[in-house]
């Protein structure tokens, strides 16, 4: 999922200053809500507030079976992912939340396809319904290339919390650019699924 950090009129130099740079495309009301949570309790403190325990999924094979898990449960007919894992590479803040790849190429007289998804590895300490909400953004990618209304159809199917989830998460991305704190970051509360 590649964030629009700067989407419609903003220029760079707009939103390089503006501390919603996230939340651009939202309504002109919504922002000023997230203006006032920040100068009232803070972002951290209302995100901590409203998801306060951090997923236990700690290993890439545990984020494999959780993601094919989804699968499974929504796309059984859509391609195999091959490969899922956190990458490290993916900067949250500054690219994506994570990445859907696939690859095609010539074995004997078949193309052979595999898909990847990489997932931005700061949301390794994050709460569930993140996670949830980006491996949602990226299986969906498997049935509609394109965001456009049947793929945000397809993410509200898989997780009808799907567009809070996002708003939510770019809050913690908003929260990340300004603080670089990680929330959940080694807070002792997490679960141990591994």
Not at 14 to 40: F, G, H, S, T
Not at 59 to 82: H, I, M, T
Request: glycine letters at 6%; one cysteine or more.
């Amino acid at each position: 999922m590649v964030v629009a950090a700067c989407s419609g009129p903003a220029t760079t130099v707009q939103c390089a200053m503006n501390p919603l740079k996230y939340l651009l495309a939202y309504p002109a009301d919504l922002q000023a809500q997230v203006r006032r949570i920040m100068e009232a309790k803070g972002l951290a403190a209302f995100l901590r507030d409203k998801y306060p325990v951090a997923h236990g999924i700690r290993s890439d094979r545990a984020l494999f079976q959780y993601v094919s898990g989804l699968k499974g449960e929504y796309l059984r007919n859509a391609e195999p992912v091959d490969k899922v894992l956190f990458d490290s590479k993916i900067h949250a803040v500054k690219h994506a939340l994570g990445l859907h790849t696939a690859h095609s190429r010539v074995q004997g007289s078949r193309l052979k396809a595999s898909h990847e998804i990489r997932i931005a590895s700061v949301f390794k300490d994050s709460p569930p319904e993140f996670l949830r909400m980006i491996a949602v953004h990226e299986l969906a990618h498997l049935k509609e290339r394109q965001h456009d209304k049947a793929f945000y159809k397809l993410c509200s199917h898989m997780d009808p919390e799907y567009h809070q989830l996002e708003f939510d998460v770019r809050l913690y991305l908003t929260h990340l650019d300004l603080s670089g704190e990680r929330l959940w970051a080694g807070d002792g509360s997490r679960n141990t699924t591994e």
